[in-house]
C-alpha cells in the first residue's frame, strides 16, 4: 500500500452529510448472469434493455453534477456485469478507503479496476486481503458503524474492521438472506431519521434503530423497488426513484427535498441510487 495524504481528496463519516465526490460506473454491459436476489429473479426472462440503462444512469450524472459533485467514472469490463454497483467494491470511513475481495464469480476482480484508478490517483487505500465485505453492508453515522451480515460479508471481515476501527462502535446486523445488503432494507438520511423494512430485520435491531431514529417504514412493495436505497447528497436533499411514492411523500413531509429520478432499468438487478455510488468524500455542515 503506497501512502498518500487523502485528507482532501478521501473523507466520509456519514451517509448524509454534503456529498462532494462520488465513483460510478456505466451500466454498459449490464445482465442478469446469475440470479442472486428476488428483483433479478422477478426480470430475469425480460432482461435489461442497455440502451435504456445508459440513458437512466447518465441522467444520475448529470443531476449528481448539477448539485457540484464531482463524478468519477471508473472505466467498464465485460466480464463484469454488475460493474455499476459501485457501492460495494470499496467504501469510505474517515479518512480511509478500505477495498476487500467480492463475494462472489461474476464480480470478483471488480475491485481491481478501483485499486488502479486509485493508485494512478495517488489515493492510498486499506486492502482487506483474504477477506469478504462489500459496500452495500456498511452504513456509517458517525462514530458508529453498522455492518450487515450477508452472504456478502461475513463475520471475520467485521471483525478485522472492529480491530481496525477503535475509533468507532461497529454494530452487527443480522437480516434475511434474500435481501442481498443491508441498505436494501435499511437506510440512515439524517442524524435523527433513517427509512427501514422491519420484516428482513430482528426485532432487537429495530429497537436499536428506533431508539436512535425516527424510522419510515417501507412497504413491501416499495422494498421491492428499492425504496431504503435512496442516496443522500447533504443539506437534507435525498435522490429517489420517482415510483417510491410514499417513501418520497414521507421524506418531504420532513422537510426534505426528493430528487426524483428514474433508474428503474438498472433496478431490474436489484440496486438504486446508494449501490450505484461510492461516495469518497463528504462534507460536513
Sequence with gaps: MSEHNNTTKVFCKSEYDTLKRVVLCQPQYMTIRDVINDTQAHFKDEGIHIERALEQHAEFVATLKKYDIEVILLPYHKKYPEQVFTRDIGFTLGET????????????????????????????????????????????????????????????????????????????????EQYLHLDCVFNVVSPDLALIYPPALTKENIDVFASRYELIEVSEEEQFQLGTNVLSIGNKRVISLPVNEHVNNELRKRGFEVIEVDITEIIKSGGSFRCCTMPLLREGS
Design 97 to 176: 478507503i478500505f477495498v476487500a475481495n467480492m463475494a462472489t464469480d461474476a464480480r470478483a476482480g471488480e475491485e481491481n479496476v478501483l485499486k488502479r484508478w486509485l493508485e494512478d490517483e495517488e489515493i492510498s487505500y486499506f486492502n482487506l486481503v483474504k477477506e469478504y465485505i462489500e459496500g452495500g453492508d456498511v452504513i456509517v453515522d458517525q462514530d458508529t458503524i453498522y455492518v450487515g451480515l450477508s452472504s456478502r460479508t461475513d463475520e471475520k471481515a467485521t471483525s478485522h474492521l472492529k480491530r481496525l476501527l477503535n475509533k468507532f462502535t461497529v454494530v452487527t446486523i443480522p437480516f434475511k
